[in-house]
Nanobody, 120 residues
Framework: VQLVESGGGLVQPGGSLRLSCVAS??????MGWFRQAPGKEREFVAAIMWIGTTISYRDSLKDRFTISRDTAKNTVYLQMNSLKPEDTAVYYC????????????????WGQGTQVTVSS
């Protein structure tokens, strides 16, 4: 499977961005978003199953971030609102068969990442 992220960029604090991740080739059951800020470890952001309604979020982000999918386009989105400077990071798309595996970071494939910078 290949994962290609897009939608990152520079945004002012309080602004919004929507990231996209297009999956091609073999698709696994669950998709997720992670992020890695400079000098920090990669952390889980959100995950969703291709089929069904199971969604999971990092607790600290669930009020501002929304994950969604378009199965017809093999695309997963991450809508990020009320962005803060501490949201600055490289955001990665990932996939695995089970959502629990994605949440734990045990993924089968990663995208190349897209930079999100929140700054005035």
């Amino acid at each position: 499977v290949q994962l290609v992220e897009s939608g990152g960029g520079l945004v002012q604090p309080g602004g919004s961005l929507r990231l996209s991740c297009v999956a091609s080739g073999r698709t696994f059951g669950a998709m997720g978003w992670f992020r890695q800020a400079p000098g920090k470890e990669r952390e889980f952001v959100a995950a969703i199953m291709w089929i069904g309604t199971t969604i999971s979020y990092r607790d600290s982000l669930k009020d501002r971030f929304t994950i969604s999918r378009d199965t017809a386009k093999n695309t997963v989105y991450l809508q990020m609102n009320s962005l803060k400077p501490e949201d600055t990071a490289v955001y990665y798309c990932a996939t695995s068969e089970k959502i629990a595996s994605v949440i734990a970071g045990r993924v089968d494939s990663w995208g190349q990442g897209t930079q999100v910078t929140v700054s005035s």
